[in-house]
């Protein structure tokens, strides 16, 4: 058996939280000692472990409770319906950041975007030895055949709109001309 001290230290979590959870019914220890304090079986551990797993995840408190003894069917159906609520709120950022982007205008804030976008990727195509035909030929292949997923990594690269538009315009005539190439 495991203090409560000892088993929130160990976790990496304060002792509040272990309070809260037994509170609310997310986590009851196993046993009380003579004194009254709480005291944490193996078991309680490896369920603490899950707790804050789905915890890392996103899920909140009351959903977890209803996940601790659930079919495998249901814990993927949260954390499906979670990681399409992160996929949401990470559009929504790009939006946002893309439109600040175009505010500014500037090579310097495109430099501080802090993820990829289309300098750094080109740079890295032509360190890999891409020439512009090259780079063509890719995004004409990602646009034939997967358009939607080439205007959305497009839109990850926080091009503006009327950039992609002219790549995706360009790419389809490319891909065009690559499939069904003209006899001289």
């Known amino acids: 058996m495991e203090a409560i001290g000892s088993l929130a230290k160990r976790f990496g979590i304060a002792r509040s939280t272990l309070l809260h959870y037994d509170r609310i019914g997310l986590l009851t220890p196993s046993e009380r000692s003579k004194s009254g304090y709480r005291l944490y079986a193996s078991k309680d551990a490896r369920q603490l472990e899950v707790i804050l797993e789905y915890r890392r995840a996103g899920l909140p408190t009351a959903e977890i409770k209803g996940l601790l003894n659930a079919e495998t069917g249901a814990i993927q159906q949260a954390l499906t319906h979670r990681l399409k609520e992160i996929n949401a709120d990470i559009e929504h950022l790009r939006e946002q950041q893309r439109f600040i982007l175009g505010i500014l205008r500037s090579p310097e804030a495109q430099a501080n975007i802090g993820v990829m976008n289309k300098k750094t990727w080109t740079d890295l195509l032509q360190a890999s030895g891409f020439d512009e035909k090259d780079m063509m030929r890719w995004h004409g292949e990602f646009e ?35 499939i069904c190439p003209k006899t001289p």
């Open 144 to 178: 034939r055949t997967a358009p939607k997923r080439h205007q959305e990594f497009l839109e990850f690269l926080c091009i503006p709109p009327d950039e992609i538009e002219s790549i995706r315009r360009v790419s389809v005539r490319w891909s065009r001309s690559a």
